[in-house]
């Protein structure tokens, strides 16, 4: 039995779909009561995605309306409250539609939004575009409140989160505890697939390596303490990267990904039974793939294993991982942990008692998001 709060009970998906929204409100980029008028609508509707998007999105553009009408009276700050809460929103609304030409101008959306509510909001964040092979990667750089080079974390996604909530629910604990963040949409993740087309790939020290290679250029920033992390997907990502690129001073998976291949063969049987116990339909995985079909996706998947990969990591390691997680269980953590060699590694496990027991604690980011600052914090 789950100890999350499902808005839907009998639509998993669906209920993850609203924590992501819903857990933003701490950092001022949802409000409850307006999430909880979406899902009114959306009640005995579950898994009909095209009402979803229609939902979600009437209420962003009902909120970016209200945004203009303050910034108009010269509001900003109200403004900008506004237009976080309405990107918020755009990006939630997008989450459970096919890749489309009406997927990325909501998403665009979402990025108009949110530019300007940063902007307004968080004047320390930034954008910054990454140099990469022969285009860039999408970055939000929030900048600590430190005088003189400072450590910094160079933040990934998983399957189907972006930027513009990591930088958030992720980054400004972080910055907090005076540690530079660059939250970064790599190959598979965010604007960098939505909008120019890029894929995953299983080698991630490339895309963390142009990470590093750019934000070290950088005088506020610290070579020699630089960490890498991600979440969920991710959680295989930053250790590939930590492993494979010994410049990285310190390593956390937000979320323990040991073997993606065989966790999307556990995912596959869910499907092809009519499960909704997933964080995505499946258009998901081939899109971010950048394969024609699930079939294509697990063959290109058995290059995204640890085994015999997170041995060579050497730097300080810290994994988050929530008891209760049922989209990457925590078999995955625990032989991920096993297997890091480093000397200095953490395996943190959340009970239902502690808060944040589901998948990444979608059911209490602000648990997870400070623990994760304190260690970076105490480690770097």
């Known amino acids: 039995m789950s100890h999350w709060f499902e808005y839907f009970p009998k639509n998993h998906m669906w209920s993850q779909g609203m924590m992501f929204g819903i857990e933003m409100a701490a950092w001022g980029a949802a409000a409850i009561g307006e999430i909880d008028q979406i899902g009114q609508k959306l009640r005995g509707h579950e898994g009909d995605n095209e009402l979803w998007w229609t939902e979600w999105t009437a209420m962003a553009q009902r909120i970016e309306g209200f945004g203009d009408i303050e910034e108009a009276q010269g509001h900003r700050l109200t403004s900008g409250a506004y237009y976080l809460r309405a990107a918020i929103y ?10 489309s030409e009406r ?73 907090r505890r005076g540690i530079h963040v660059l939250a970064i949409d790599g190959p598979g993740q965010g604007e960098a697939l939505r909008l120019q087309g890029i894929p995953s790939r299983y080698d991630y020290e490339v895309p963390a390596g142009a990470a590093y290679d750019h934000i070290t250029q950088r ?39 040991f073997d993606y291949h065989e966790s999307w063969q556990r995912r596959r049987k869910i499907m092809e039974s009519g499960g909704t116990k997933l964080s995505a339909p499946g258009f998901q995985l081939p ?82 998001a400070n623990i994760v600052a304190d260690w970076l914090a105490d480690h770097l």
């Open 287 to 368: 899109w971010v793939l950048g394969m024609p079909d699930i079939d294509a996706c697990m063959k290109k998947l058995e290059n995204y294993r640890l085994d015999g990969i997170a041995e060579k990591m050497r730097c300080p390691f810290f994994c988050i991982h929530g008891e209760d997680d049922n989209i990457v269980q925590l078999d995955f953590a625990e032989r991920l942990y096993a297997a890091v060699g480093s000397a200095d590694k953490t395996l943190k496990v959340l009970r239902a008692y502690d808060g944040g027991s589901e998948h990444c604690q979608e059911d209490n980011r602000q648990v997870g």
């Open 103 to 175: 997927k990325w101008d909501t998403y665009r959306s979402c990025l108009r939004c949110f530019t300007k509510g940063v902007e307004r909001r968080y004047p320390q964040i930034e954008r910054v575009d990454v140099p990469y092979e022969d285009t860039t990667l999408p970055a939000w750089f929030l900048k600590a409140d430190v005088k003189g080079p400072a450590p910094t974390v160079v933040m990934f996604d998983g399957l189907d989160n972006a930027k513009e909530m990591s930088v958030l629910f992720g980054g400004v604990e972080i910055a």
């Open 90 to 99: 755009y990006f939630c609304g997008e989450r459970f539609i096919a890749p």
């Open 219 to 257: 005088p506020e920033v610290d070579p020699e303490r630089v960490a890498v992390m991600g979440f969920s997907m991710g959680g295989y990502y930053a250790p590939r990267a930590a492993a494979m690129d010994p410049r990285f001073a310190a390593c956390v998976a937000w979320g323990g990904h």
